[in-house]
């Protein structure tokens, strides 16, 4: 089992970066797939970016409305995964969540995939 806990969320302008962390804590951080998703107001839960285990080559993936501007990596010898934003747009706010999945160990973006949830941190983006 995994406990996940993100920061660094914030209040940000247009066009500005936030890194997201994911700090984890439980067995065997390497062997799970993380990902990132998020939840805007009166929205669904989105899918925003994964990636894999080291045995899986560190595969990532991305929503099509982030690639170019998000990276996700992790540390395995931290326990952290990161989620680098950059040129931010107001249509990026929401509470960004991260997920663990002990099932999947790639690049994997569906919600029923994660069994493992942090609390979220809130990102907000002025125009």
């Known amino acids: 089992q995994v406990q996940l806990v993100e920061s660094g969320g914030g209040l940000v302008q247009a066009g500005g970066s936030l890194r997201l962390s994911c700090a984890a804590s439980?067995?065997?951080?390497?062997?799970?797939?993380l990902g990132w998703f998020r939840q805007g107001s009166g929205k669904e839960r989105e899918f925003v970016a994964a990636?894999?285990?080291?045995?899986?080559?560190?595969?990532?993936n991305y929503a099509d409305f982030v690639k170019g501007r998000f990276t996700v990596s992790r540390d395995n010898a931290k326990e952290i995964m990161y989620l680098q934003m950059n040129s931010l747009n107001p249509d990026d706010t929401g509470v960004y969540y991260c997920?663990?999945?002990?099932?999947?160990?790639?690049?994997?973006?569906?919600?029923?995939?994660?069994?493992?949830w942090g609390k979220g941190t809130q990102v907000i983006v002025s125009s």
């Open positions: 990636i894999g285990t080291t045995w899986s080559g560190g595969i990532t």
């Open positions: 997920a663990a999945s002990g099932q999947f160990e790639g690049a994997v973006k569906m919600l029923w995939q994660f069994n493992y």
């Open positions: 439980g067995r065997s951080f390497g062997s799970y797939g």
